[in-house]
């Protein structure tokens, strides 16, 4: 078992593929995007697998794989492939804005892969390629689309919620769940590396914040139904809208943080262990590997590193990665 100093059990693994994307959403990467790190400071599919096997010998149990877009970095299938060879995994799965779904949602399917979480703000084509500067919706759909049938479930929407993007749609965005089995999720915007101006209309960055409680109210004409469910992080709370065969539910990691439930661990795509997504404590395990060192005390070291919670509210933010940069 991986204990932290809360007595948290750590069983979620959070891995980075790449921290390159096609997409530039504003709450997310700059419009430039990021600078690119070089091949040699990517750990390879080898290593994350190696890890990711220590990991699991030490009580992980979900392992997700993220980015950046992480079906931009060649041969993931492959990865996926070396993953769920792995015994002890009790649940892998991928978060993906569906750009290349298409494409891949087969292939991944084969190779083992159970499910995805897909970002969806928007069904406005419009407004889609504006919060993505430049991404398209209809592909993005197939990709979903591609998805159900290739039997990945359930399909999990996560929609950032934006005042002044989207907040006007979250009606729409969770009727979705009448027509199709998926999970809406609704999450509130982080300040994370993204307070700059996003142009193109948005509003600026005081004023964007919409909390969950201000989501549930404007679901009130929906008539949401609590469901009880357990996902792998054990109890969730879920609704529905009666008569629907798919689930909306929220993530707040502000207006109701769930620190004292935190479960995970990240690992970057330059081989970083980071013991909180926002916090900018990080502890480098890629040289480690790459000379043979003993890897399971770098673990432990990262888990004794997990603060009991963040640090938002004190207006301590995260300053030395974008969120692409880590996975979300
Ligand atoms: N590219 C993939 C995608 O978009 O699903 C995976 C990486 S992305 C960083 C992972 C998740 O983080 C997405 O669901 C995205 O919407 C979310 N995200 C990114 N920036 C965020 C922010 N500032 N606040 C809240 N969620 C954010
Ligand atoms: Fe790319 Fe995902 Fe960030 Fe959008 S949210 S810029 S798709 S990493």
Same mark, same amino acid.
């Given at each position: ?6 007595? %948290? ?25 990021? =600078? ?25 149990? %979900?392992?997700? /794989? ?24 009790? $649940? ?10 298409? +494409? ?19 069904? $406005? ?62 999450? +509130? ?13 948005? =509003? =600026? ?58 479960? %995970? ?9 980071? =013991?909180? /997504? /926002? ?6 395990? %890629? ?42």
């Amino acid at each position: 078992m991986l204990l932290d100093r809360f007595q %948290r059990n750590i069983t979620y693994l959070r891995v980075s593929v790449t921290d390159r994307c096609n997409f530039r959403c504003v709450y997310c990467m700059p419009a430039q995007g990021i =600078p690119r790190r070089s091949h040699e400071e990517i750990l390879t599919y080898e290593e994350i697998a190696e890890f990711v096997r220590l990991a699991v010998s030490q009580g992980i149990r %979900r392992v997700r /794989l993220t980015g950046g877009e992480p079906l931009v970095r060649k041969n993931l299938v492959d990865l996926v492939r070396m993953l769920t060879g792995i015994p002890g995994i009790e $649940d892998l799965s991928l978060t993906t804005n569906a750009f290349l779904l298409e +494409e891949y949602a087969a292939p991944l399917s084969q190779a083992g892969l159970k499910r995805v979480n897909i970002s969806l703000d928007t069904r $406005d084509a419009t407004r889609f390629s504006r919060i993505t500067r430049g991404g398209s919706f209809e592909k993005v759909w197939r990709g979903i689309l591609a998805a159900e049938a290739a039997g990945l479930a359930p399909i999990k929407l996560n929609v950032v919620v934006v005042r002044g993007m989207n907040d006007d749609e979250i009606i729409d965005l969770a009727r979705l769940t009448l027509t199709h089995p998926w999970h809406v999720r609704f999450i +509130e915007v982080m300040p994370f590396g993204n307070q700059q101006d996003w142009g193109n209309g948005f =509003p =600026p960055y005081p004023q964007r914040y919409f909390s969950v409680q201000e989501m549930r109210t404007a679901l009130e004409p929906l008539q949401l139904q609590p469901v009880s469910s357990t996902n792998h992080n054990g109890p969730a709370q879920e609704y529905q809208i009666p008569g629907a065969s798919g689930r909306v539910g929220f993530i707040s990691p502000l207006g109701e943080h769930f620190c004292d439930k935190c479960n %995970r661990i990240r690992l970057t795509a330059d081989g970083r262990l980071r =013991p909180c /997504l /926002l916090m900018d404590t990080e502890v480098p395990i %890629r040289e480690a590997m790459r000379s043979g060192e003993e890897l399971l005390p770098i673990l432990q070291q990262a888990i004794d590193l997990k603060p009991e919670g963040h640090e938002l509210d004190e207006l301590k933010f995260p300053e030395k990665r974008k969120m692409a940069d880590i996975g979300g």
